[in-house]
C-alpha cells in the first residue's frame, strides 16, 4: 500500500527513516497538523532536500521551538504562582508529552499551554491571573463558569494558557473527576523546575479522548502521534490500564483512538493492545455523542445533562439565557429571545 | 559579571535545534536564538567555566580562528546572556 502523507509524516515515530517522496511538499500539511518536528526527522541531514526547502523547514522549526520555550516560561511562571497559594495543578497535552513521551521535548510542537487546576479553586486561579496581566481570551456565559471545561488566558507577550477545570468538554470532561486526575498526578521536570503531570493511563485516555472529539482544523496528526508513543510504551500492561480505565467509562475512547491513530499511521497496533481492542458492550451515550464522524449538538447537550447533579439542572439551563455583562459585550447578543435563538442555532450546527 | 564564573540562571526554557539553541529571555520571556557558537558557550556555561576557560575550550574546536578573536566573541555573547537575565554569579 502506497503510504498517505499522514503515515509519512508519523514514519520517525517508528524509527524509519524511509522517506519515499519530497518530503519537503509535506511542510503545509505538518505546519497545519503540528509535526513540523516530525518532518524535521524525517528529512534527516537534508540529503537530496532542495537547499532553499530545507532551509524553509528549519526555520519553521526554530520558530515553533522559540514559541515552545517562551510558553514554558510563562508556564512555570504561573505553576509556581498557584503553587504559592496552594492551588494544585497538574500540566495537560502538548507540553506534558513532549517532556514525558517522546524521545525528546523537541519532537513536540504545540500553540498553546494547558493546565488543569483543582475544580474548587478554578475562579481563584484565574483571578490569580489576571493580577499577573494575563487577561480571559473569551467570555462564558457568568452561570456557565463552573461547567466550561477550560478558559484560555492570554499574556501580553501574546502565549495563551489554557486553564482546566475538566479535561473534556461537556460530557467528557465529567467522565474522570478532576481530584482523582490531581492526586495520581506525577512529578516531571522543565528547567530544573518539578511540575505535575496526569498519570500514564489518564495521559493516555486524556490523548484519546481529546483527539476523538476533535473535529476540522483541530483534529491533528499531533494528535495521532500522541497515541501511539504513549501507547506503544505502555503495550505491555494494555489489559490493566483499560480494566482501570473501564471504571471512568473511557477505555471505549482509548481503544477506538489507539486504532485509529495507528490506522493513520498505516502501521500495526502493538501487539499487547490486540487483544483488547474490541469494544464488546454498545456505545453509552457519551461515546455516541463524541465518537460520530460529525457533530451531534443535541445528543452532546443530553449527554452532558445525564452527567450533571440535578441540583446543577437549573444553574446550566439559567445559564444560557441569564449571560451576565461580560459575555453579552462579549457576543452582542442580549436577552432571553437572542439567546433561545442562539441555542437553537446550535442545537442544530453539525459544523 | 565578565570576567568571573558564571552559571545559568535557573529555571531557563531552552530548546536544542538544528544549528543552535533557542533560550527564553529571563527578562522578558521572549526566545532567542543562539547560532553555534553561542549555543557552545551556553553548553560551557552549564559545566560553570569561567571566561577563560570557555575561549580555550572553544579555541580547541575552532584552532584556526584568531583567539583575539574567540575571546572577544566570547565576552560579546556572555554579554548578550547578562543582559537578557541568562547569567547569575557562581554561589561556590
Redesign the interface.
Known amino acids: 500500500m502506497r503510504p498517505s502523507r499522514s503515515s509519512l509524516l508519523l514514519t520517525p515515530l517508528f524509527g524509519d527513516d524511509q522517506v519515499g517522496e519530497d518530503a519537503t511538499a509535506l511542510l503545509s500539511q505538518a505546519r497545519r497538523d503540528r509535526v513540523v518536528p516530525l518532518l ?1 526527522r524525517l528529512i534527516g541531514t537534508g540529503d537530496g532536500v532542495d537547499a532553499a526547502d530545507l532551509e524553509k523547514l ?1 526555520l519553521v ?2 520558530a515553533n ?6 510558553l ?3 508556564l ?1 511562571g504561573v505553576v509556581g504562582l498557584l503553587a504559592d497559594r496552594g492551588i494544585r495543578s497538574a500540566v495537560l497535552k502538548g507540553v506534558a508529552v513532549a517532556h514525558l513521551d517522546y524521545p525528546d ?2 519532537w513536540r510542537q504545540f500553540g498553546d499551554a494547558d493546565l488543569l487546576v483543582d475544580p474548587n479553586h478554578f475562579e481563584p486561579a484565574l483571578q490569580l491571573l489576571r493580577g499577573a496581566g494575563w487577561r480571559n481570551e473569551s467570555e462564558v456565559s457568568e452561570h456557565h463558569d463552573r461547567f466550561t471545561h477550560a478558559l484560555p488566558m492570554r ?1 501580553e ?1 501574546g ?1 495563551i494558557i489554557d486553564v482546566h477545570q475538566a479535561i473534556g468538554r461537556r460530557a467528557l470532561g465529567r467522565l474522570i473527576p478532576a481530584d482523582v486526575l490531581l492526586d495520581t498526578a506525577v512529578p516531571f521536570e ?4 518539578e511540575l505535575r503531570a496526569l498519570a500514564d493511563p489518564f495521559r493516555l485516555a486524556h490523548a484519546c479522548v481529546h483527539w476523538l472529539a476533535s473535529r476540522g482544523t483541530y483534529k491533528r496528526l499531533s494528535g495521532a502521534a500522541d497515541i501511539i508513543v504513549m501507547s506503544r510504551r505502555l503495550a505491555s500492561g494494555a489489559g490493566g490500564l483499560l480494566d482501570e480505565l473501564g471504571r471512568y467509562q473511557v477505555d471505549r475512547f482509548v481503544q477506538t483512538g489507539i486504532a485509529k491513530a495507528f490506522a493513520v499511521a498505516q502501521e500495526p497496533v502493538p501487539s499487547g493492545w490486540e487483544p483488547f481492542l474490541r469494544p464488546s458492550a454498545r456505545p453509552d451515550l457519551v461515546a455516541r455523542a463524541h465518537l460520530s464522524p460529525d457533530r451531534r449538538p443535541v445528543l452532546e447537550e443530553l449527554a452532558f445533562l445525564t452527567k450533571l447533579d440535578g441540583r446543577e439542572w437549573l444553574p446550566y439551563l439559567r445559564g444560557y439565557l441569564d449571560v451576565g455583562d461580560d459575555y453579552r459585550a462579549k457576543h452582542g447578543r442580549s436577552g432571553p429571545l437572542d439567546q433561545l435563538r442562539y441555542l437553537g442555532r446550535k442545537l442544530r450546527n453539525r459544523a | 559579571m565578565l570576567g568571573r564564573r558564571s552559571v545559568r540562571r535557573r529555571p531557563t526554557a531552552f530548546r536544542s535545534v538544528t544549528g543552535g539553541v533557542v533560550i527564553a529571555s529571563q527578562r522578558t520571556g521572549d526566545a532567542l536564538f543562539l547560532p553555534a557558537t553561542a549555543a557552545a558557550v551556553w553548553d560551557l556555561i552549564e559545566d560553570r567555566a569561567d571566561e577563560d576557560a570557555i575561549a580555550l575550550s572553544l579555541q580547541a574546536q575552532f584552532p584556526d580562528v584568531d583567539p583575539t578573536e574567540i575571546r572577544r566573541s566570547v565576552t560579546e555573547i556572555l554579554g548578550v546572556l547578562d543582559d537578557e537575565g541568562l547569567l547569575e554569579g557562581d554561589p561556590t
Open positions: 524535521v528549519l522549526e526554530r521551538m522559540a514559541h515552545a520555550v517562551t514554558e516560561h510563562h512555570l521535548p523537541c499574556h507577550r502565549v522543565i528547567a530544573g523546575i
